[in-house]
């Protein structure tokens, strides 16, 4: 990725360096002039001819410096920026790529870093890193030929002496700072990660009444947090003052040895107060040597971590020559056993079973034993091996992805509604929105009703994970949602368990005589509900146990009858 962007843009760095350098070496002139100016004044006929001119020199060089440092900054710093821009954007895209297998083993918390502190590593490391690296070789390579050439050589070895230890010391320290800098920035998301769950799950917090232990968690953290704060402080409070202790010594060299070189004119007080500008020139790219090191080694892991998700490959395979289908006639499921790539054991079991147009077919079974996956599969959101699902007789592994998920409306356990307006939550993904069909699906998922009487109605701002609604009107809201799309095949994974039982029944019910050609595939808890259905599954531990229409499986008196004669009683006990 980077070597691609450096392709493409490397005219932009070069222009920034070229500029860079520019500036540094006119940088240089200035102490040069300075020393002329105070030659000439001390000369035997001073003129103010002359000082005006080296003024207007100065003045010029230092006008110039300041466009220039405008240019090179816009092309190095710009040009991370760029990078940051754009890896960023192919980082996301990479993410929507990858399948769900890939989110069940990675913390979002982690995934999170790699888009926030890794990009801003390799950022810095492509700026400032850069721009010190380029500065600090080159000044001091050029600062030592100007001390050398223009004043002494012998001035500038001796001057020279402690730099070797401002050297070291900024290698030795730099890496203790970066350390210890990288701790703060660890406890810190410790301090957020905990703050950010603490308030996103408040309301579990104090119906467990954990108050007190969640306060310990993070006064714990704060405390870590505040520990680290301050132990870069104190390596910070010993380096800064130790580095300008060796740069001071290296003055106190120069005045030691230049002094008496100035006294025998071996060299002039001009030339000696610019190699001191000189001098002060140096000690920055020896002290900057320590921290750039730091932030390339920084930039270089994180852009590892960063290649490492980008290296991540789909596991779901894509076909190369994909079957296109408009519509779903047939699914059919043919002696599947499934087990997830993350684990050791088979999820499904030679599962066998065939849904046609029209039909309303419902997968029950006890808690775990594989009903989710059946859905999951057939929505290509985990790999599955060839000739064990068929759409229309043909493999779904010859089907694009994409394809079949235009075609499947998909409502998940989970019901999760976007921090936006209802009616866009309903128009998800859409850039017009048809507010008649918004109305018309609200209306068939039961939940018009209520949307209408929010002060704001449709234009209503829900909350983070839709906080102001209730757990059965945000069920609602996405099963509205996948309405709107008016696709082929309805699929509701459990995802009216927060509606009261004679809600869910009316929901299916309508939605079973408006659209009677759809197909729809309920996996639900309360059997009541699957009365009228083509078909139902019936599934314990990967295994399909029973199969049939409700009346089937009653005269079957098998594990439907049982459940489904509890779920009777226990109505009756409610009731
Ligand atoms: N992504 C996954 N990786 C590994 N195992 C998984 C994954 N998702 C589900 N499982 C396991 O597969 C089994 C079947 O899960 P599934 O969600 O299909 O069951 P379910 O019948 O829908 O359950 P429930 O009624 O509780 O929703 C469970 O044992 C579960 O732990």
Redesign the pocket.
């Known amino acids: 990725m980077l070597l691609d962007f450096i392709k493409k843009y490397w005219y932009r760095y070069l222009t920034g360096i070229l500029t860079l350098i520019v500036v540094d070496l006119l940088q240089l002139y200035i102490p040069r002039f300075i020393g002329r100016v105070v030659d000439h004044l001390r000369s035997e006929q001073p003129t103010m001819g002359f000082v005006t001119v080296m003024v207007s020199w100065i003045v010029g060089i230092a006008l110039a410096i300041a466009i220039m440092r405008f240019f090179w900054r816009y092309f190095i710093i710009g040009n991370a920026r760029r990078f940051e821009y754009l890896a960023r954007k192919t980082l996301f895209d990479k993410l929507l790529s990858l399948s769900p297998?890939y989110f069940?083993r990675t913390r979002s918390g982690d995934l999170m870093a790699r888009f926030t502190n890794d990009l801003q590593a390799v950022r810095m490391a492509l700026a400032q890193g850069v721009v010190m690296t380029v500065d600090a070789t080159f000044m001091a390579i050029m600062t030592v030929l100007f001390m050398g050439r223009t004043v002494s050589w012998k001035l500038t070895w001796l001057a020279s002496i402690p730099l070797p230890a401002l050297a070291l010391v900024a290698l030795f320290f730099g890496r203790i700072i970066h350390n210890r800098f990288m701790e703060v920035q660890n406890q810190f998301s410790a301090v957020s990660e905990l703050t950010e769950e603490t308030i996103s799950g408040i309301r579990i917090v104090k119906s467990f009444a954990a108050d007190e232990k969640f306060w310990e968690m993070f006064r714990d953290r704060s405390w870590n947090n505040y520990r680290a704060g301050i132990s870069l402080a104190k390596v910070s409070s010993v380096f800064f003052p130790l580095m300008i202790f060796l740069a001071s010594l290296a003055h106190a060299f120069a005045l030691f040895f230049g002094g008496p070189m100035v006294v025998r004119s071996e060299v002039s007080l001009g030339e000696f107060i610019a190699f001191n500008s000189y001098l002060g020139m140096l000690t920055w790219p020896m002290m900057a040597l320590g921290w750039v090191l730091n932030v390339i080694q920084s930039g270089r892991a994180s852009y590892k971590r960063i290649m490492q998700v980008m290296k991540e490959m789909p596991q779901v395979e894509e076909p190369k020559n994909p079957v296109k289908i408009d519509r779903i006639e047939t699914i059919s499921f043919v002696d599947l056993t499934y087990r997830?790539p993350?684990?050791q054991r088979d999820?499904l079991k030679c599962v066998s079973f065939s849904i046609k147009k029209g039909e309303m077919v419902g997968i029950v079974?006890t808690?775990?034993?594989?009903?989710?996956?059946i859905v999951k599969l057939l929505a290509k959101l985990y790999p599955v091996e060839r000739g064990k699902i068929f759409i229309n007789d043909v493999d779904i592994n010859d089907i694009a992805s994409e394809n079949i998920r235009s075609l499947i409306a998909f409502v998940p356990?989970e019901s999760f509604l976007f921090s936006d307006q209802i009616k866009k939550n309903i128009a998800f993904a859409q850039e017009d929105i048809d507010m008649e069909r918004v109305i018309e699906c609200a209306k068939l998922a039961a939940v018009h009703d209520e949307i209408v009487k929010f002060p704001e109605g449709y234009d209503t701002v829900v909350g983070e994970r839709g906080v102001t609604l209730s757990g059965g009107q945000r069920q609602r809201v996405t099963i509205a949602r996948a309405l709107y799309e008016n696709k082929d095949v309805l699929v509701f994974d459990?995802c009216l368990s927060a509606v009261d039982p004679e809600t869910e029944e009316k929901i299916i019910d309508s939605l079973r005589s408006q659209f009677k050609q759809k197909t729809m595939i309920i996996?639900t808890h309360r059997l009541k509900v699957l009365r009228d259905a083509d078909l139902i599954i019936v599934?314990d531990n990967g295994v399909i146990v029973e199969k049939g229409t409700h009346e089937e499986l009653m005269n079957l008196d098998g594990l439907y009858a049982r459940m489904f004669k509890r779920q009777m009683i226990e109505e009756e006990l409610e009731a």
Request: without cysteine.
């Open positions: 297998g069940d997830y993350s684990s999820v079974g808690v775990g034993s594989g009903k989710s996956t356990q459990d996996i599934l």
